[in-house]
């Protein structure tokens, strides 16, 4: 019992405890309150907030960006990016320099301790802004710059550090100068078949290797001939200095010159300039003489005259140019024939023509098909020589035994350059052994009318031998036995003998003093002499006939055989 007392004792003491805490809290709370409430006031504050300088938040680079491999050509322009906010939010300038050394300028545009590249417009805060560069001649071939941005303030602009970029964007930046170029020659004139070459003075002051191009017509790009290759005569390669190339000019090219344009360029194909730069540098291609070789003449066959008339005679060969075979660059082919004591030094104009023996400037013409165009160098000629039926003959028993014909065939080009070449072996000039006969009267040998005992005395009945070859003539005559009135038959009536018919090559020649006539012949020195021109010389043989004692009335035939024969050379 005793213990459970103390219990609710101790109880009712904590409890009391707890309650006093809260009430001395409370009461010291409104006491605070109180004090407070009676010593309060009203206090001030200010803060001075300085203008700070814009920050870079992309960039700077340059675009397009340069590099050693792809520097800026001189001409060109960069243009400088660059992305910065500002913390006063205020608008900022991108100003490039080229040293590390900026002024930034209140109410403006910032300027550079040295050479300002270039400086942008002012730029809203948080926007990209930009600038650009031309490349100068008298730049480096590598330059450092270094980019800035400045705000305007008006009483206290600020500038970031320099920044430089990074990478092939950033600096320094790269600049190509052209290649120089001072002198340019070639080793023109030339012939077909050989190489043109052109020669330069260049090079390039960015230590760039530089190359030549040899253009057939004006214009470059890439690096290339307008035209590609086939507009490009040759080109070289790559190299430290002064670039020389050549063109292999084809073994038939037409003479003339040709237009050459050249240029130079560096090895990231930029262009040199001045007054070489595109020049027409042309080159010639010399005019060579023709070739003449392969000439005939009639196949290599004798050749055999026709009476009276003309006969053509075949004359070939094959024509080379190496200025080509086409065109007119062989303005005339002419053909020769002529008996070989005569030679081609005395049947090689026209002036020296005669049908006996010469036959020059004979006009030929080209067999198709064997020259199609200007890369041909060689065609085949065909000529017509038409030979007088009283030409020289040259074989045995003639005057000119120990000679032949003989062609030759001349070609002349467009610039007058020709040549000549004759056949190799020559051909014989056949006898032509021909001849009419005339009559005074009749186609035939008419004695008249004559009575038993009669005779034509003088011999009065004409024979004319007309030579329609190339050599003098004689004769051969002979006749049948007899004249019959019933020829060639002759069974009856009285014939009249061969005999009794004689000849004479003399005028006004007695019946007596004539040559009787036999069955066999008997050659006449006619010596009908050879024909030189188109009206030969002729000769006449006289007739007569004694009419037998006893001959029965008739009309009588028979044949009379005139032969011609070559005559003696000595009376041609």
């Not at 004695?447 to 009065?460: A, E, F, I, T, V």
Request: proline share 5%; aromatic share 8%.
């Amino acid at each position: 019992m005793k213990k459970q007392r103390g219990s609710i004792f101790r109880r009712v003491s904590n409890l009391f405890l707890k309650i006093s805490f809260f009430a001395l809290i409370l009461i010291s709370f409104f006491v605070l309150i109180n004090i407070f409430s009676v010593y309060a006031d009203s206090v001030t504050t200010a803060v001075t907030v300085g203008n700070t300088a814009p920050t870079f938040t992309a960039g700077p680079a340059e675009n397009p960006a340069s590099a050693t491999t792809t520097p800026t050509n001189v001409g060109d322009n960069t243009t400088f990016q660059a992305t910065a906010t500002d913390s006063n939010s205020e608008n900022y300038y991108l100003i490039v320099c080229s040293t590390n050394s900026v002024t930034a300028v209140n109410g403006g545009s910032p300027t550079c301790g040295a050479t300002t590249w270039c400086t942008s417009t002012s730029t809203t805060s948080g926007s990209q802004a930009s600038c650009n560069r031309t490349a100068l001649i008298g730049d480096a071939s590598s330059n450092a710059w270094y980019a800035f941005v400045c705000d305007g303030n008006a009483t206290s602009a600020q500038c970031s550090t320099g920044q430089q970029g990074t990478g092939d964007s950033g600096s320094p930046f790269e600049v190509n100068h052209a290649p120089g170029f001072t002198a340019v020659s070639n080793d023109s004139p030339i012939n077909p078949g050989s190489t043109i070459t052109w020669t330069t003075t260049s090079s390039d002051t960015d230590s760039d290797t530089v190359k030549l191009l040899v253009c057939k017509t004006t214009g470059i790009s890439a690096g290339a001939c307008d035209g590609g290759g086939s507009d490009t005569w040759c080109s070289s390669s790559l190299v430290a200095s002064n670039p020389t190339c050549g063109y292999a000019v084809p073994s038939v090219a037409p003479d003339g010159s040709n237009d050459a344009y050249v240029y130079i360029v560096d090895a990231h194909n930029f262009p040199a300039t001045g007054v070489n730069q595109a020049s027409n540098v042309s080159f010639t291609i010399n005019n060579v003489a023709p070739v003449v070789s392969a000439v005939t003449i009639n196949g290599g066959a004798a050749i055999d005259l026709t009476e009276s008339t003309t006969k053509e005679v075949i004359i070939t060969a094959t024509v080379s140019d190496n200025n080509s075979c086409f065109g007119t660059e062989l303005s005339t082919i002419y053909a020769y024939a002529y008996r070989s004591s005569i030679a081609y030094t005395g049947c090689d104009i026209a002036g020296e023509a005669n049908n006996n023996y010469c036959y020059p400037e004979i006009t030929c013409t080209v067999v198709g098909g064997t020259c199609t165009d200007n890369t041909d160098a060689s065609a085949n000629y065909t000529c017509t020589a038409d030979i007088q039926y009283y030409a020289d003959p040259t074989d045995v028993a003639t005057v000119y035994p120990t000679d032949t014909w003989l062609s030759s065939v001349k070609a002349l080009d467009d610039d007058a350059s020709s040549a000549n070449t004759e056949v190799a072996v020559g051909v014989e000039m056949n006898s032509l052994i021909g001849f009419e006969i005339g009559y005074t009267v009749t186609a035939s040998i008419n004695y008249g009318n004559l009575g038993s005992g009669q005779s034509n005395d003088p011999l009065d009945k004409i024979t004319t031998t007309t030579p329609t070859g190339n050599v003098g003539l004689d004769q051969e005559l002979s006749g049948s036995a007899n004249m019959c009135i019933d020829y060639p038959t002759c069974s009856g009536g009285t014939p009249i003998p061969v005999a009794n018919q004689k000849f004479s090559l003399t005028t006004s020649t007695a019946y007596a003093s004539g040559t009787a006539l036999s069955t066999t012949p008997f050659e006449t020195e006619l010596n009908v002499p050879k024909p030189v021109t188109g009206t030969p010389t002729t000769k006449n043989t006289w007739w007569g006939i004694l009419i037998p004692g006893g001959t029965a009335p008739g009309t009588y035939s028979g044949v009379n055989t005139i032969t011609a024969v070559k005559g003696e050379t000595v009376s041609w």
